[in-house]
């Protein structure tokens, strides 16, 4: 196969083509130099601003002023100093003769029936080594995707007796919180090396008089307290934004609302069950307990959720 | 008609004041700031309780009683026991009267509305005096201040705010305290107006959609910290590139980035790839 030799004129600076863009070349080169210039002088005002002890606005704007002094300069530049063109390069055909081609093909798929045939012992070995290696692959799938959830997806912390705690630790007394008051709560003994986001619970004090959230939950609200998992049903965000006048929490994440006189059924937002609510009791010494653990998996659903 | 030359400068000159105005207004790391060393507890073994609630004189209750009746008694009741137009004020104590009035939020034109911040229509002095008409009908419900809380951040840790606002405040008013839109129609406000007497207020008695913090869930130091923390970093944010943008995030943030900085880069692509 031969390149087609393509012949090359000679450039000459009177064609037109060879003209740069700019009517007036002088003119332009002065305001590329002055762009250019501009550039100078930011980067060297950038570095001084950095020498004398720096102040990051104004380097900013120096290392900016730079950049963009030579960025247009050098634009301007190609854009109206250089020749303008167009330059046309012929290219030689791509393609290979037919002949070629054919060759090319016999040969290969001759040689290659012959290699295989010739050679069936090496040929079984690179097919057992890589069916082998194709087996070894899918292990991964038994034991490298990190242990099993196991019952962690059920249950959390919290168990008949655990003192609920705040963040640092301190257990709450049944006059700490106001009525219309919050606390975010957490199982004894599971806060600061032990901490688990499972078992974040927010504790409420929505009124002063007794409500039940319902049937069959008429002692989990001692002194009108209540608890629910903080971990919204829908995708696991914390739901802590509570509006003490409507009773309502709201999920930051998806809007969902939960009404927590009644429950924490959702009332709004794609939440598809409501919060697991924490039966509590108070201890002989005042303090708040839970008299059960949740008595379902807590958070968004899982594929063997029932 | 743009003569050549001056074409030549028009659009690397638009470019530059758009670009620049991106970077001046890039936010920088609100939060960054809030980690940073707090003025540090006294290491004194019994430190002076930061917050005193002064009680407010008798002599204001006459004239306190006038104003009630003037601006107060429509939707409240004469004698403050509230109607269907507006809650029972008796028994929230002079510091909830204080908050609401002081905070322009109250008198209210429409029942209905949610009561938003603006300037307060009374003078300070008159506000007080409503405020000890209130608090002289009946003794202060437990849980609710007494008196005027008067502040002393000197010995106020501004970590241990941050902390304490991360975990109590940041989820409505969020972490700039720019304040967000909860549900109903309601919102919580920007905490960037506050006073530090207002924040305590607003801390202690639980106004409108705002939960309650009594002293039992966080103390006298605990609320002096978050007020501090509220009146330092959260109202004067060290916007380390320029401007904050708000504080709202991604929406006023993606907005500049997409409109000036791809709109600047698109307006050079132009000038570049132009054929004259």
């Given at each position: 196969m031969t390149a087609?030799?393509?012949a090359?004129?000679?450039a000459?600076?009177?064609?037109?083509?060879?003209l740069p863009?700019?009517?007036?070349p002088?003119r332009?080169?002065?305001?590329?130099g002055?762009?250019?210039?501009i550039?100078?002088a930011?980067?060297?005002?950038?570095?001084?601003?950095?020498?004398?002890?720096?102040?990051?606005?104004l380097?900013?704007?120096?290392?900016?002023?730079?950049?963009?002094g030579?960025?247009?300069?050098?634009?301007?530049?190609g854009?109206?100093?250089l020749?303008q063109?167009?330059?046309?390069?012929?290219?030689?055909p791509?393609a290979?003769?037919?002949?070629?081609?054919?060759?090319?093909?016999?040969?290969?798929v001759?040689r290659?029936?012959?290699?295989v045939?010739?050679?069936?012992?090496?040929?079984?070995?690179l097919?057992?080594g890589?069916?082998?290696?194709?087996?070894?692959l899918?292990?991964p799938?038994?034991?490298?995707?990190?242990p099993?959830?196991?019952?962690?997806?059920?249950t959390?912390n919290?168990?008949?007796?655990?003192?609920?705690v705040?963040?640092q630790?301190?257990?709450?007394h049944?006059?700490d919180?106001?009525?219309?008051g919050?606390?975010?709560?957490f199982p004894?003994?599971?806060?600061?090396?032990n901490?688990?986001?499972?078992d974040?619970t927010i504790?409420?004090?929505?009124?002063?008089?007794?409500?039940?959230?319902k049937?069959?939950r008429?002692?989990?609200?001692?002194d009108e307290?209540?608890?629910?998992?903080?971990?919204?049903?829908?995708?696991?965000?914390?739901?802590?934004?509570y509006?003490?006048q409507?009773?309502?929490?709201l999920c930051p994440?998806?809007q969902?609302?939960?009404?927590v006189?009644?429950?924490a059924q959702p009332?709004?937002?794609?939440?598809?069950?409501p919060l697991?609510?924490?039966?509590?009791?108070?201890?002989?010494a005042?303090?708040?307990?839970a008299?059960?653990?949740?008595?379902?998996?807590?958070g968004?659903?899982f594929?063997?959720?029932? | 008609?743009l003569t050549?030359?001056r074409r030549?400068f028009l659009?690397?000159?638009?470019?530059?004041?758009?670009?620049?105005?991106?970077?001046?207004l890039?936010p920088?790391?609100?939060?960054?700031?809030a980690?940073s060393t707090?003025?540090?507890?006294t290491?004194?073994?019994?430190?002076p309780?930061?917050?005193t609630?002064?009680?407010?004189?008798?002599?204001?209750i006459?004239?306190?009683?006038?104003?009630?009746?003037s601006?107060?008694?429509?939707?409240?009741g004469p004698?403050?026991?509230?109607t269907?137009?507006?809650?029972?004020?008796v028994?929230v104590g002079?510091?909830?009267?204080?908050?609401?009035?002081?905070?322009?939020?109250?008198p209210?034109?429409?029942?209905?509305?949610?009561?938003?911040?603006?300037?307060?229509r009374?003078?300070?002095k008159k506000?007080l005096?409503?405020a000890?008409?209130?608090?002289?009908?009946?003794?202060?419900a437990?849980g609710y201040?007494?008196?005027?809380p008067?502040?002393?951040l000197?010995?106020a840790s501004l970590?241990t705010g941050?902390?304490?606002?991360?975990?109590?405040?940041?989820?409505?008013?969020?972490?700039?305290g720019s304040?967000?839109?909860l549900?109903?129609g309601?919102?919580?406000?920007?905490?960037?107006?506050?006073?530090?007497?207002q924040?305590?207020?607003a801390?202690r008695t639980g106004?409108?959609?705002?939960?309650?913090f009594?002293?039992?869930?966080?103390?006298?130091?605990?609320?002096?910290?978050?007020?501090?923390?509220?009146t330092g970093?959260?109202?004067?944010p060290?916007?380390?590139?320029?401007?904050?943008l708000?504080g709202?995030?991604?929406?006023?943030?993606?907005?500049?980035g997409?409109?000036?900085?791809v709109?600047?880069?698109?307006l050079?692509?132009?000038?570049?790839?132009?054929?004259?």
């Amino acid at each position: 196969m031969t390149a087609t030799p393509v012949a090359y004129p000679v450039a000459r600076f009177d064609d037109p083509h060879m003209l740069p863009l700019a009517k007036n070349p002088r003119r332009t080169e002065r305001v590329v130099g002055i762009l250019l210039l501009i550039g100078v002088a930011g980067f060297a005002s950038y570095g001084g601003v950095y020498w004398v002890g720096g102040q990051p606005q104004l380097e900013g704007i120096f290392l900016g002023v730079g950049l963009f002094g030579f960025g247009f300069g050098l634009s301007a530049w190609g854009k109206y100093l250089l020749p303008q063109g167009p330059f046309v390069e012929d290219r030689h055909p791509f393609a290979s003769s037919e002949e070629d081609i054919e060759a090319m093909t016999s040969a290969v798929v001759d040689r290659g029936t012959m290699v295989v045939r010739r050679r069936g012992f090496l040929g079984g070995l690179l097919a057992a080594g890589s069916g082998i290696m194709g087996i070894v692959l899918v292990f991964p799938l038994l034991r490298s995707l990190g242990p099993t959830p196991g019952k962690t997806l059920e249950t959390t912390n919290w168990k008949a007796g655990s003192h609920l705690v705040d963040a640092q630790g301190n257990r709450i007394h049944r006059a700490d919180l106001e009525v219309g008051g919050i606390a975010t709560v957490f199982p004894e003994g599971y806060t600061a090396d032990n901490f688990s986001a499972y078992d974040q619970t927010i504790l409420i004090r929505p009124v002063k008089y007794p409500f039940v959230t319902k049937p069959g939950r008429e002692d989990w609200t001692p002194d009108e307290y209540v608890a629910y998992s903080k971990v919204c049903t829908h995708a696991g965000c914390p739901v802590d934004l509570y509006q003490e006048q409507l009773y309502q929490l709201l999920c930051p994440c998806h809007q969902s609302l939960f009404d927590v006189l009644k429950g924490a059924q959702p009332v709004f937002g794609p939440a598809p069950r409501p919060l697991p609510q924490l039966p509590l009791k108070i201890d002989e010494a005042g303090y708040l307990v839970a008299s059960a653990g949740y008595d379902q998996p807590i958070g968004p659903g899982f594929w063997e959720r029932s | 008609m743009l003569t050549r030359r001056r074409r030549l400068f028009l659009l690397p000159a638009l470019v530059v004041v758009g670009v620049a105005v991106v970077g001046l207004l890039s936010p920088g790391a609100v939060a960054r700031t809030a980690a940073s060393t707090g003025t540090g507890a006294t290491n004194a073994l019994d430190p002076p309780n930061p917050i005193t609630y002064v009680k407010l004189p008798k002599s204001y209750i006459a004239p306190g009683e006038q104003l009630f009746l003037s601006n107060c008694s429509s939707c409240h009741g004469p004698d403050a026991s509230g109607t269907d137009n507006g809650p029972d004020l008796v028994g929230v104590g002079p510091a909830t009267v204080d908050f609401w009035v002081g905070t322009g939020r109250m008198p209210l034109g429409n029942p209905a509305a949610q009561p938003v911040q603006k300037t307060p229509r009374l003078s300070n002095k008159k506000i007080l005096e409503i405020a000890a008409f209130v608090g002289s009908l009946a003794p202060t419900a437990p849980g609710y201040p007494d008196g005027i809380p008067q502040i002393d951040l000197k010995g106020a840790s501004l970590s241990t705010g941050f902390s304490l606002f991360v975990l109590n405040c940041a989820a409505c008013h969020t972490i700039t305290g720019s304040g967000d839109a909860l549900a109903d129609g309601f919102s919580a406000p920007t905490l960037h107006k506050a006073t530090a007497v207002q924040a305590v207020e607003a801390l202690r008695t639980g106004p409108a959609n705002m939960p309650h913090f009594g002293p039992g869930q966080l103390n006298d130091q605990q609320v002096a910290d978050i007020v501090a923390y509220v009146t330092g970093p959260i109202q004067h944010p060290n916007n380390a590139g320029g401007l904050g943008l708000g504080g709202i995030g991604p929406v006023a943030e993606g907005f500049i980035g997409l409109f000036i900085g791809v709109g600047g880069l698109m307006l050079v692509a132009f000038w570049i790839g132009d054929r004259t």
